[in-house]
T-cell receptor, first 110, second 113 residues
Framework: GQQLNQSPQSMFIQEGEDVSMNCTSS?????WLWYKQEPGEGPVLLIA?????ELTSNGRLTAQFGITRKDSFLNISASIPSDVGIYFC??????????FGAGTILRVKS | NAGVTQTPKFRILKIGQSMTLQCTQD?????MYWYRQDPGMGLKLIYY???????DKGEVPNGYNVSRSTTEDFPLRLELAAPSQTSVYFC????????????FGNGTRLTVT
């Protein structure tokens, strides 16, 4: 099956720092999504991107859909302790199915 | 405001036993999905359904079966549990059919020993 390359695998940052993570694919996707997962819970949708070049914000989170439709990035500004978790990118295939990256583990030092 | 509900939260099975993971959603979504999540890896699609009576295989369907007799419910069946099926299982739903984000349940952690 298709695979997404998500990086970095993990980050340990100081509270207040900005965070950047990205996802690349060998295939084109028409929709990119970013999810966050906290321990013991399912992934929760953060941002959905529907058009190449689209830049969308949700509070301190900003995500972009790459022009080539093969990549996306997520930025978190001024990180806080509750940002801790695993962040997943996902590309949407035909038939409304998601292909996930392996996730970025974010730890925040306060 | 329940969303997607999965039961049980945890289960330990012996090799060769069978069980059904339950999933129900109250959002009247047509599309439902089962994913498994292994440590350090993203979620992989096991089976999905685009409506009652219709199911199809995902990327990793071997060892599993599903049924969809109602819009609300999408149970996942393991017939002969194997250690390789130790994982966290997530059910999800979406409105479908295009560009509709998936909403996930809180998962079932299954250990097969």
């Amino acid at each position: 099956g298709q695979q997404l390359n998500q990086s970095p695998q993990s980050m340990f940052i100081q509270e207040g720092e900005d965070v950047s993570m990205n996802c690349t694919s060998s295939s084109i996707f028409n929709t990119w999504l970013w999810y966050k997962q906290e321990p013991g819970e399912g992934p929760v949708l953060l941002i959905a991107l529907y058009k190449a070049g689209e830049l969308t914000s949700n509070g301190r989170l900003t995500a972009q859909f790459g022009i080539t439709r093969k990549d996306s990035f997520l930025n978190i500004s001024a990180s806080i302790p509750s940002d801790v978790g695993i962040y997943f990118c996902a590309g949407m295939e035909y038939g409304n199915k998601l292909v996930f990256g392996a996730g970025t583990i974010l730890r925040v030092k306060s | 405001n329940a969303g997607v509900t999965q039961t049980p939260k945890f289960r330990i099975l012996k090799i060769g036993q069978s069980m059904t993971l339950q999933c129900t959603q109250d959002m009247n979504h047509n599309y439902m999905y089962w994913y498994r999540q292994d440590p350090g890896m993203g979620l992989k699609l096991i089976y999905y359904s685009v409506g009652a009576g219709i199911t199809d295989k995902g990327e990793v369907p071997n060892g599993y079966n599903v049924s969809r007799s109602t819009t609300e419910d999408f149970p996942l069946r393991l017939e002969l549990a194997a250690p390789s099926q130790t994982s966290v299982y997530f059910c999800a739903s979406s409105r479908g059919p295009y560009n509709s984000p998936l909403h996930f349940g809180n998962g079932t952690r299954l250990t097969v020993t």
